[in-house]
C-alpha cells in the first residue's frame, strides 16, 4: 500500500472509484493501454468483464496519486493483477538513454 492511501478509504474515493468502474465497463483497461508493458515482469490479466466472473475491481492511478490527485482523467479500471503489477507508476523510473552508433 502507498504512502497516500495510510489513512485508509473515503466515501469520496469510493464514490470516484465507482464512477471510474462503471466508466470503463469493469474491464481493465491499465492492461488494455498499455501501462502494464510498462514494467517488467509477468502476470495473468483478466482483461474483460466476464459474466458471473472476475471484472476490473480497482482503480488505478496512471501516474501516480501524488502527482495527479484524484482526477479521473487519469484513473482507470484495473484488475487486481495488473493494478499490483504496476505498483506505483512514479517509483518506475525510465531506463537511462544510451547512445546507438550503428546504422
Do not use: E, F, K
Amino acid at each position: 500500500m502507498s504512502s497516500a492511501w495510510r489513512g485508509g478509504s473515503t466515501s469520496a474515493w469510493r464514490r470516484l472509484r465507482a464512477h471510474v468502474l462503471a466508466r470503463d465497463g469493469y474491464r481493465c483497461r491499465a492492461h488494455a493501454d498499455g501501462w502494464c508493458d510498462r514494467v517488467p515482469g509477468q502476470h495473468t490479466c483478466t482483461r474483460l468483464a466476464l459474466p458471473g466472473g472476475p471484472n476490473a475491481g480497482h482503480a488505478h492511478h496512471t501516474h501516480g496519486r501524488t502527482v495527479t490527485g484524484d482526477d479521473p482523467q487519469h484513473i482507470v479500471a484495473a484488475c487486481r493483477a495488473c493494478n499490483l503489477h504496476i505498483g506505483d507508476p512514479t517509483a518506475h523510473a525510465d531506463p537511462p538513454n544510451r547512445a546507438v552508433s550503428r546504422w
